[in-house]
């Protein structure tokens, strides 16, 4: 099979365009995925109150690289968590539909150094509680 010299280079940019077309889709974020912010951005003006909110943290953790968190929030719709001392204190958000079964989550997080972990929930009548917990790092997460 002969193929012209236009014939070969048509097929070789097909080919290189089909090979890119996978790169573009792993490389795009979620537009609409928003940052978690700081806690008042995300009460914005509103007071928080005590509630039924667990958040379950250990008092000392070794390595700040990986510390277990976990929360209860019945009722919420949605829950964030901050890392108050870390660069970024955003950390994660949790929604939950209607329809969720129970409003739980755990995670890892990493912190930079002993600091508190703060849990705050949306409840679904629109009111705010929050949760705090105190870790103590004895090897930092980020470098510390």
Known sequence: MDF??????????????TALLPL?????????????GTPDEFLAGASAGEGDLTLTAPEI???????????????????RIFALGNPTPGVGTFRF??????????TRIRLAGTQD?????????GSY????????VTIGGCGG
């Open 4 to 17: 012209t010299r236009r014939e070969t280079l048509a097929m070789g940019g097909a080919a290189v365009v």
């Open 24 to 36: 573009r889709a792993f490389a795009q974020a979620d537009p609409d995925a928003e940052m978690v």
């Open 61 to 79: 953790a070794e390595n700040g690289n990986t510390v277990p968190i976990a929360f209860d929030a019945p009722g919420a719709v949605e829950v």
């Open 97 to 106: 539909g209607p329809l969720a079964g129970s409003r739980t989550a755990s």
């Open 117 to 125: 972990v703060q849990a705050i929930a949306k409840m679904e009548d």
């Open 129 to 136: 509680i929050t949760a705090m917990k105190t870790v103590k």
